[in-house]
Structures are given as C-alpha cells and as structure tokens.
C-alpha cells in the first residue's frame, strides 16, 4: 500500500524559511515523478513545484527562485525547501506524484499547513 506522509509545515514570519519533507512508502513508479502542489483557502490546487525521475525540475512562477524541491531516491523521501516566505504562500501543501492524472501514478499525501504572517 502506498503511502504519502508530508511533514514540516507550521507557522512562520515572512522572509522566513520551512522544509517540508514527505516520506513515501510502498512501491512508486519512477516514471511518475513527484511534486508538491498546494491549496490556499477558497482558491484551486495549484502546481509548486515537480521533479522527474531523471532529476529534472519545475517549478511555479510564485515558487521559481525561492523554492527548491529535492528527493532522496534510497529513502523515498521528498523535499521542498522554501526561503523568503512570503503571506500569499499560506496554504495547504500536498506531496503527490507529477503524473497524478494517470491511474497508476494517482497518490497524494494529506497535506501539511503552511502559514506565513506578514
């Protein structure tokens, strides 16, 4: 059974920094790739950042330049380093696989909170 868990959210001052790590269990395709997404109250999922099997990544306009999203291939574990937080990241963060919209690669964490105070 696969298992997404995603930790190290909280609350933090604007400019601050968080790490956010999603420890993944059971068996994933490499081929799906992994990524965080996020959900700010009243507003829809949005993409943060994705990275490919390959190592390749991607990122959101608002994510480019501050955050950076890594992964452990031994421990399953991703990450999601994130600087110079600012309000407008407060959400709820998701660690899911990049090619969720695939049968075999639809798996998503719970979600971590993210709140930045200006």
């Known amino acids: 059974q696969v298992q997404l868990a995603e930790s190290g959210g909280g609350s933090a001052q604007a400019g601050e920094s968080l790490k956010l790590t999603c420890v993944v269990t059971?068996?994933?395709?490499?081929?799906?790739?992994m990524g965080w997404y996020r959900q700010a109250p009243g507003l829809e999922r949005e993409l943060v950042a994705t990275?490919?099997?390959?190592?390749?990544?991607s990122y959101s306009d608002s994510a480019r330049g501050r955050f950076t999203i890594s992964q452990d291939n031994v421990k399953n574990i991703l990450y999601l380093q994130m600087t110079n937080l600012k309000a407008e990241d407060t959400a709820i963060y998701y660690c899911?696989?990049?090619?969720?919209?695939?049968?075999?690669?639809?798996?998503w964490g719970q979600g971590t909170q993210v709140t930045v105070s200006s």
């Open positions: 899911a696989t990049r090619l969720h919209h695939l049968q075999e690669c639809n798996y």
């Open positions: 059971g068996y994933i395709s490499r081929g799906c790739g």
């Open positions: 990275i490919s099997n390959d190592g390749t990544t």
